[in-house]
T-cell receptor, first 115, second 111 residues
Framework: DTGVSQDPRHKITKRGQNVTFRCDPI?????LYWYRQTLGQGPEFLTY????????KSRLLSNRFSAERPKGSFSTLEIQRTEQGDSAMYLC?????????????FGSGTRLTVV | EDKVVQSPLSLVVHEGDTVTLNCSYE??????LLWYKQEKKAPTFLFML????IEKKSGRLSSILDKKELFSILNITATQTGDSAVYLC???????????FGTGTRLQVTL
């Protein structure tokens, strides 16, 4: 499979617990993005990496959220002390550096439910 | 703040009908506009438009961009039940590091 992979596909957690999601991008793509999508809304940008450098973070990314891409390949998104408002689909996407000309490829997402 | 607005929010049509989905945008330093189809999970890429007035086509789907009036349309002819999905419009702007999405149009095609 040469697409973008996300793990897990679903996660149910109790409020206050920490969760971590993983994204494996397409191997030759050096840009990796995280988006969040709530029901009935379009995806909202959270953060992006070029190789291992995190170049931009949205105001949506509170200090409970942290993302890493340690070797410029896979990435992790951690949410600490989860709240019910964190329930959403977390989408990862990757692109070549000139993504503006080719667009992104999205993964299937991780659906988080905080109970 | 960049803004992308889609209309209608939802639409129900009969198989065989033609539909037009609308997307308008207000962004700083427009670079390109993209259309995605989202069924249950990941959005899948349909079109990227950068130049005004040039229609992109793929089978029964086509799209065109008007950079003067700041909108795009997505047309689907001879709709099929497999076209039922949420159609998302998104714009690259500024440094083009991120996409700003609209809320999507939910299309349901019935027999």
């Amino acid at each position: 499979d040469t697409g973008v992979s996300q793990d897990p596909r679903h996660k149910i957690t109790k409020r206050g617990q920490n969760v971590t999601f993983r994204c494996d991008p397409i191997s030759e793509h050096n840009r990796l993005y995280w988006y969040r999508q709530t029901l009935g809304q379009g995806p909202e940008f959270l953060t992006y990496f070029q190789n291992e450098a995190q170049l931009e973070k949205s105001r949506l990314l509170s200090n409970r959220f942290s993302a890493e891409r340690p070797k410029g390949s896979f990435s992790t998104l951690e949410i600490q002390r989860t709240e019910q408002g964190d329930s959403a689909m977390y989408l990862c996407a990757s692109s070549l550096e000139a993504g503006v000309f080719y667009g992104y490829t999205f993964g299937s997402g991780t659906r988080l439910t905080v109970v | 703040e960049d803004k992308v607005v889609q209309s209608p929010l939802s639409l129900v049509v009969h198989e065989g009908d033609t539909v037009t989905l609308n997307c308008s945008y207000e962004v700083t330093n427009f670079r390109s506009l993209l259309w995605y189809k989202q069924e249950k999970k990941a959005p899948t890429f349909l079109f990227m438009l950068t130049s005004s007035g040039i229609e992109k086509k793929s089978g029964r789907l086509s799209s065109i961009l008007d950079k003067k009036e700041l909108f795009s349309i997505l047309n689907i002819t001879a709709t099929q039940t497999g076209d039922s999905a949420v159609y998302l419009c998104a714009v690259f702007s500024g440094t083009a590091s991120k996409l700003t999405f609209g809320t999507g149009t939910r299309l349901q095609v019935t027999l």
